[in-house]
């Protein structure tokens, strides 16, 4: 599993080489220091969003992401 943290100012002035090594190696990207996840194919964004079995924990939502 690669590391990835899109605050680095590598990765904000052109993300795009990151997203592409996401997609090939870890499309379903998992970060435990802040336990969340990041897809970056679209058919598994799609896949999550329409399981009825999935759903969303609204105490971990107050955080506000950073600019």
């Keep these: 599993m690669m590391e990835f943290d899109p605050r680095r100012s ?9 997203y592409a090594q996401l997609r090939t190696h870890d499309p379903v990207h998992y970060r435990p220091q802040n336990d969340d996840w990041i897809f970056t ?9 329409t399981d009825k ?9 107050t955080q506000e992401a950073p600019p």
């Design 10 to 18: 590598a990765v904000r002035s052109n993300p795009y080489p990151c």
């Design 41 to 49: 194919r679209y058919a598994d964004l799609t896949a999550l969003l």
């Design 53 to 61: 079995r999935v759903g969303y924990c609204p105490a971990k939502t």
